[in-house]
C-alpha cells in the first residue's frame, strides 16, 4: 500500500502515538473514557497495513457492537486505499458466525444453520417446557435461559456442569434437552455461536493452526468487558508458539501480537459474565510487557469530565487511572428535578428545541437512561412535539413481530426443520389451525424424533390437511425464489405469506405494514451495500483442513486461496464443494446478529435514545441522563450490595462520559413504571458530584422549602397516567437528609383495609409485607417490602393488593 504512515500519527498525542506503533508484540492499553483508545486501535490497524507489516487478511479486530466495527471499517476506508469489506473486524458473535459458516460441516451444522436471538431462545425454552411438563414456577423460563447462556459461557456442556444439588440437576437435564433439540432444528444461540467456533478450533489442529498462523495481529476493544469464553477463544486464536495444548499454561506461548484496550472502570456487563479479572489474567498469561496509559481526554469539556472524575472515585476496587482535559470548563452540568416522569420528557423536550435552535444537530442528542421501560413516556413526548427519533436496543427493527413474522417464512425456505419459526407462523395469519392440532402434531414429532415438517404426513384429518397446506406452501415458495435477488425474494414471501394482506386487513396495522415496506428495502440495501460481503463471505470449507498439504503448513501464505482478495458482493463460492451461501442465509444471520441498528432510519438526523449500556463506546454533542432517581439509577436489583452498587457507579460514569458539550441530568418525583407510580428519591449519584461544576434548574432538592409553589412546569404534574397524586403543590421532600420520610402516618382505620405489619400478595412481586402506609383516599400509598423484588412505595388507587391470611 502506497500511503505514508507519517499523516496517520500526526494528530496522536505521545502516549498514543508509542501505543499505534507498538512492536509487534502483546500490549494493555488502560485508559479512561474518551482517551482515544478506540482511536488508537483504528490507527495501529491502518498503520500495520500501510507500512506493510500485515495484510487485511492477517488482521482481526474485535469491536463491541455492529455499530462500532461499522465505523471501525468506514474510518479504515478514510484512512486507506483498502477494501476493508473482507477484513475479520466485527463483534465476537459476528465473528463467530462468519467462522462457523465457513466451517459448518466440521461444527456439526447444517450451511444455512438459524441463529436464535434471545426472544427465540426463550421461545424455543417454553416449547420444551410444555413438552416436557416442566413446572414454571419452580423454574422460571428466564432463570433457565440465565443458566444455560451462563453454563455456556463458562464453556461448559452438560456433561461437564458440576451437579452439587437436586436443582441444578434438573437444570443441567434441561440443557441437555435443550442442546439436542436445538440440534435437531439446526439452530444455534448466541452462546452456542461463541462455544461452537471455540470447540471448533480447539478440536481441530489443522484449522486451528490455520487461524494462528493466519491471524498476527489481534485487537481486541472494550476488553474489560469480555468473558471466560471470549477470553479463552483469543487465547485459541493466538495460540502457543510450541503449538501445544491450548489449556496447558505451562506451554502457552502466545505468538503474533495481541493488544487489549479497555477501562476497567467501564465495565457494566458482570451481570452477563464479563471479568474485568482478564485483563491482570492477559497482562499474567501473555507475558505483557508493554502496558500503556492514555491520559489525556479528548471528548468532553471539564465540568463534564470532573463530573465523572469525582463520581467514580466513590469506588473502591479500581486499577486506577487519571484523566484530564485542555477544553476548558465548557457549560455546567444542568440538573432538574421534575414533579412528573412526564414533566420530566415536556422539559427535556422544551430543551432539545432550544439546543437544536443553537444549530446542534439531532443526532447530537442523546437520551440516556437505565431501563428501557423509561423510554415510552419520552418516545410520546417527542413525538408529540415533532421531534424525529430513533431507539437503539429496545424492541429493535429486525424483533417487532411482524418483522420476525416475515423473517420465520423466510428462515423456512432456508431450512424447514426450524420449529421455533415453523410453530410461529404455521397459523399466522391464521389459517384455521388449532392449538390442538398443533400439540397433535408435537406429540407426533417427538415419538418420532423427528421435526414438525417431518411429521406432518403423519396427521389425519382436517388438522392434517390444513398442515400439509401449509408445508406445501413453503415448499412452493422454496421452488418460486430459487433464482430470485434478495429484494424479491421478500416481496414474494410478502405476499404468498398472506402478511403483507392481513396487516392490511388490521385496523391497527399500517405500522406494521410500513415495516415490512422497510424490510423489503433493508434486504435490497444488505446487497447493494458491503453487508453482505461482510457477513456472508463464504470462506474455504472445513474440508481444506483436514488433511493439510505439504505446502499448506509451511508456507502459509501460498495456500491456495486468496483471503485478501477484494470481496464482491457476491459471496465467493466454496473452495472445494463450489457450495455458496445463499443471499437470504446471509441476511437472516444479519438479521439475528443486527444489534441496534435500525436500517430504516440509518442516516436520519434524529435525536437518539438507549440504555446506558448500549451507549457504550458512543459520544455525542449533548447528553441528558433521565432517572437519577433511586432505585432506577442505581438500579433496585444492585443497590443492596457493594459490588452492584460499583456496578451500577461505572454504568453511570459511562454514561457520563459519552457528553462532549453539554450535560443534563434529571429526575423526577413520581413515575409511572410497570403499571405503578413510584415515589422515588433522587439518586445518591448527585452527592458524588462537585458542587461547582452542577447547575440546578430547579430548586436543589434538600434545601430549605425543596418544592416551591407556581414552578412553570406544574401544568403536568396531575398526570401521572392514572394514579391521582399531584407531584406538584404536595411538599413531599425529596431531599437526601429527609430520605422520604412519610410525613402522615395514618391514625384511623384506613378504607384500604391495610395496616403495617399486614402480609399481602402483588401480582407481580409475590407476597410482601407492609411497611409504612400514608395519605388517604386516592392519596394513599404503601411502602411494601417484597423479598423477592426490595421494598416499593405503590400507589393504593392502582396497585391490586390482597391481604394474605
Ligand atoms: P471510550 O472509553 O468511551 O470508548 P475511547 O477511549 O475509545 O472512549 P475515542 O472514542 O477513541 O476514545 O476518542 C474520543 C474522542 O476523542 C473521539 O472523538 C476521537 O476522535 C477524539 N480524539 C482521540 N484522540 C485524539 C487526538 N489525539 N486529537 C484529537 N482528537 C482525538
Ligand atoms: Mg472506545
Known amino acids: ?49 500501510s507500512r506493510g507489516e500485515v495484510t487485511p487478511g492477517g488482521i482481526l479486530a474485535v469491536t463491541f457492537t455492529n455499530k462500532a466495527a461499522k465505523e471501525m471499517m468506514t474510518r479504515l ?32 451444522l447444517p450451511q444455512s444453520f438459524q441463529i436464535l436471538d434471545t ?30 447462556s451462563g453454563c455456556k459461557e463458562d464453556g461448559l456442556r452438560p456433561h461437564a ?70 477470553y479463552a477463544w483469543i487465547k485459541m486464536l493466538a495460540g502457543s508458539g510450541a503449538n501445544g495444548p491450548v489449556s496447558d499454561p505451562a506451554s502457552f506461548a502466545p505468538r503474533g501480537s495481541v493488544i487489549a484496550v479497555g477501562d476497567d472502570d467501564q465495565s457494566i456487563y458482570a451481570f452477563r459474565g464479563a471479568r474485568v479479572g482478564n485483563m491482570t489474567d492477559f497482562v499474567r498469561e501473555f507475558k505483557v510487557q508493554h502496558q500503556i496509559k492514555l491520559e489525556q481526554n479528548y471528548r468532553s469539556y471539564s465540568n463534564i469530565l470532573d463530573s465523572a472524575n469525582a463520581l467514580i472515585s466513590h469506588n473502591s476496587r479500581r486499577l486506577g487511572k487519571n484523566l484530564r482535559t485542555n477544553q476548558g470548563a465548557g457549560e455546567p452540568v444542568r ?94 395469519p391464521p389459517r384455521g389451525i388449532g392449538a390442538r392440532s398443533i400439540e397433535q402434531l408435537q406429540d407426533l414429532a417427538r415419538a418420532q424424533g423427528c421435526c414438525l415438517s ?104 501460498s495456500q491456495g486461496f486468496d483471503f485478501d482478495a477484494p470481496m464482491e458482493n457476491a459471496p465467493a463460492p466454496d473452495a472445494d464443494t463450489g457450495e455458496t451461501l445463499s443471499p437470504l442465509a446471509a441476511f437472516l444471520s444479519h438479521a439475528a446478529l443486527e444489534a441496534g441498528d435500525n436500517q430504516a432510519q440509518a442516516g436520519q438526523d434524529a435525536i437518539q435514545l438507549m440504555t446506558v449500556h448500549s451507549s457504550k463506546g458512543l459520544e455525542f454533542d449533548c447528553v441528558f441522563i433521565t432517572g437519577m432517581e433511586e432505585g432506577l439509577f442505581p438500579h433496585e436489583n444492585s443497590m443492596s450490595d457493594r459490588d452492584g452498587l460499583e456496578e451500577e457507579r461505572r454504568l453511570m460514569y459511562v454514561a457520563i462520559t459519552r457528553a462532549r458539550k453539554r450535560l443534563y441530568l434529571s429526575h423526577s418525583q413520581t413515575r409511572m413504571l410497570h403499571g405503578q407510580t413510584r415515589f422515588n428519591m433522587k439518586s445518591r449519584f448527585y452527592d458524588e458530584l462537585p458542587e461547582a461544576a452542577l447547575k440546578w434548574l430547579s430548586p436543589k432538592p434538600g434545601a430549605q422549602g425543596s418544592l416551591p409553589v407556581g414552578r412553570p412546569w406544574g401544568g403536568y404534574g396531575g398526570n401521572t397516567g392514572g394514579a391521582t397524586y399531584s407531584g406538584a403543590g ?47 383516599g386516592p392519596d394513599a400509598r404503601a411502602q411494601i417490602n417484597f423479598p423477592r423484588h426490595g421494598v416499593k412505595w405503590l400507589a393504593l388507587s392502582v396497585a391490586k393488593l390482597t391481604p394474605v391470611p
Request: contains cysteine; aromatic residues 10%.
Open 1 to 49: 500500500l502506497a500511503t505514508s504512515p507519517q499523516p496517520l500519527l500526526a494528530t496522536l498525542n505521545d502516549e498514543q502515538r508509542a501505543a499505534v506503533t507498538l512492536p509487534s508484540e502483546h500490549a494493555l492499553i488502560l485508559a479512561g473514557a474518551g482517551s482515544g483508545k478506540t482511536r488508537v486501535l483504528t490507527t495501529r490497524i491502518a498503520w500495520l497495513l
Open 77 to 108: 476506508q478514510a484512512m486507506l486505499p483498502v477494501n476493508v469489506n473482507g477484513m475479520w473486524i466485527g463483534t465476537f458473535h459476528g465473528l463467530c458466525n462468519r467462522f462457523l459458516r465457513a466451517h459448518y460441516k466440521m461444527a456439526g
Open 119 to 148: 426472544q427465540d431462545q426463550l421461545s424455543a425454552i417454553k416449547r420444551l417446557y410444555k413438552q416436557y411438563n416442566i413446572d414454571a414456577e419452580r423454574f422460571p423460563h428466564k432463570e433457565m435461559q440465565w443458566f444455560i
Open 161 to 230: 456442569v458440576e451437579v452439587r444439588d437436586d436443582e441444578t440437576r434438573k437444570k443441567v437435564e434441561f440443557y441437555q434437552l435443550y442442546e439436542e433439540q436445538c440440534q435437531r432444528e439446526g439452530v444455534v444461540d448466541f452462546g452456542e455461536l461463541m462455544l461452537r467456533s471455540f470447540e471448533v478450533l480447539r478440536d481441530n489442529d489443522p484449522i486451528r493452526e490455520h487461524y494462528q498462523r493466519r491471524f498476527q495481529h489481534i485487537l481486541i476493544d472494550e476488553f474489560q468487558d469480555t468473558n471466560k469464553l471470549q
Open 335 to 428: 440538573v432538574m428535578e421534575a414533579p412528573s416522569d412526564f414533566a420530566e420528557a415536556q422539559w427535556m423536550v422544551d430543551e432539545m428545541k432550544q439546543l437544536v435552535r443553537d444549530d446542534f444537530e439531532r443526532k447530537e442528542i442523546a437520551v440516556l437512561y437505565r431501563s428501557n421501560a423509561q423510554s415510552r413516556v419520552i418516545e410520546t413526548a417527542l413525538f408529540n412535539a415533532g421531534l424525529p427519533y430513533k431507539v437503539y436496543g429496545g424492541l429493535r427493527f429486525f424483533e417487532r413481530a411482524e418483522i420476525k413474522n416475515a423473517l420465520a417464512y423466510m428462515r423456512l425456505i432456508e431450512n424447514l426443520r426450524d420449529d421455533t419459526s415453523f410453530l410461529r407462523v404455521v397459523n399466522f
Open 454 to 557: 417431518d411429521a406432518v404426513s403423519g396427521l389425519g384429518g382436517k388438522a392434517g390437511a390444513n398442515i400439509n397446506a401449509f408445508v406445501a406452501k413453503i415448499e412452493v415458495m422454496r421452488e418460486q425464489t430459487q433464482s430470485m435477488t434478495l429484494r424479491q425474494i421478500t416481496e414474494l414471501v410478502l405476499d404468498t405469506s398472506g402478511l403483507r394482506e392481513h396487516y392490511r386487513n388490521d385496523r391497527e396495522g399500517e405500522d406494521r405494514l410500513e415495516n415490512l415496506e422497510e424490510l423489503v428495502n433493508a434486504a435490497e440495501s444488505f446487497v447493494s451495500n458491503e453487508g453482505f460481503g461482510r457477513d456472508a463471505v463464504a470462506l474455504p470449507g472445513e474440508d481444506d483442513f483436514v488433511a493439510p498439504a505439504p505446502s499448506m503448513r509451511q508456507s502459509p501464505a
Open 730 to 776: 404536595r411538599a413531599y421532600s425529596t431531599g437526601a437528609t429527609t430520605s422520604f420520610e412519610p410525613k402522615v402516618v395514618q391514625k384511623e382505620e384506613p378504607s384500604h383495609g391495610l395496616r403495617v405489619g399486614l402480609k399481602v400478595f402483588h401480582t407481580k412481586f409475590g407476597e410482601g409485607k407492609v411497611l409504612t402506609l400514608e395519605g388517604t
